[in-house]
């Protein structure tokens, strides 16, 4: 997991061709003013979701990918991130191919809770279990943009 505001990622990460393309549509779109849904970017390769929604208190549901992994954009709001190593959550739904997600939960003491306020980005990989859209304190507003980047 890399945790950065957006204008210092490409000093924090190494850029494949796909992520260049990901941090590039978020430098030049970081507005609040596009529509829920998905955003095509390089096909299947790099998309965007953007997506509206409350924060929200209580058990953190985690997930991870296999086949993409987030780069997961604050535009407007902020809220918790929940983070582990994958191999410390435990599975509640089986690895969804079509989907690729697999759902579980991991162990309170094995939490480490990221704060990403707006312009901030986390970069989560295929071997990082996390629970997005957890709250900082309150309930309260986010909008953001998730870009999936193949790996």
Do not use: N
């Not at 509206?52 to 985690?62: A, C, I, L, M």
């Not at 759902?103 to 071997?127: F, I, K």
């Amino acid at each position: 997991m890399i945790v950065t505001d957006l204008e210092h990622a490409q000093e924090q990460m190494a850029l494949t061709p796909a992520l260049q393309k990901a941090l590039t549509f978020l430098q030049q779109v970081r507005s609040t003013s596009l529509v829920d849904g998905r955003v095509e970017i390089d096909g299947e390769q790099v998309y965007a979701l953007v997506q509206s929604y409350e924060t929200r208190s209580g058990e953190p549901k985690f997930e991870a990918h296999r086949k993409y992994l987030d780069v997961q954009y604050v535009a407007e709001g902020e809220e918790i991130i929940g983070w582990a190593l994958i191999h410390r959550m435990a599975v509640d739904a089986a690895y969804d191919e079509a989907k690729d997600v697999c759902l579980g939960h991991v162990p309170p003491s094995e939490v480490t809770p990221v704060r990403v306020s707006a312009g901030q980005m986390a970069v989560l990989y295929p071997t990082d279990a996390h629970a997005p859209k957890l709250a900082v304190g309150a309930p309260a507003s986010v909008k953001k943009i998730v870009v999936k980047v193949a790996v």
